[in-house]
């Protein structure tokens, strides 16, 4: 029988009933504590948002093989 029928066969201990998993690391960013006092002197006290300017998040996802059988993590 065809791998893509009974999913993936373990590397660890040869089980063919790996399922496919994902998953997301999320990070995000922090207060500019530079950006917010520059802000505060030329803006004053609404100036302080200017510590939001630049963040961004970032994620990364990534596919995994799980084996049910010995619980083996592996690459897709």
């Known amino acids: 029988m065809a791998d893509f029928c009974t999913g993936k066969r373990c590397p660890k201990c040869g089980g063919r009933n790996?399922?496919?998993?994902?998953?997301?690391d999320?990070?995000?960013g922090k207060y500019g504590f530079?950006?917010?006092?520059?802000?505060y002197i030329l803006f004053g006290?609404?100036?302080?948002?200017?510590?939001?300017?630049g963040m961004e998040s970032k994620s990364k996802t990534?596919?995994?093989?799980v084996c049910?059988?010995?619980?083996?993590?592996?690459?897709?």
Request: with cysteine.
């Open 18 to 24: 790996c399922q496919l998993i994902s998953e997301t």
């Open 26 to 28: 999320y990070r995000s």
């Open 34 to 39: 530079g950006k917010g006092c520059c802000g």
């Open 45 to 53: 006290l609404p100036g302080l948002i200017c510590g939001l300017c």
């Open 62 to 65: 990534r596919s995994y093989w």
């Open 68 to 76: 049910p059988d010995c619980d083996y993590k592996f690459r897709a």
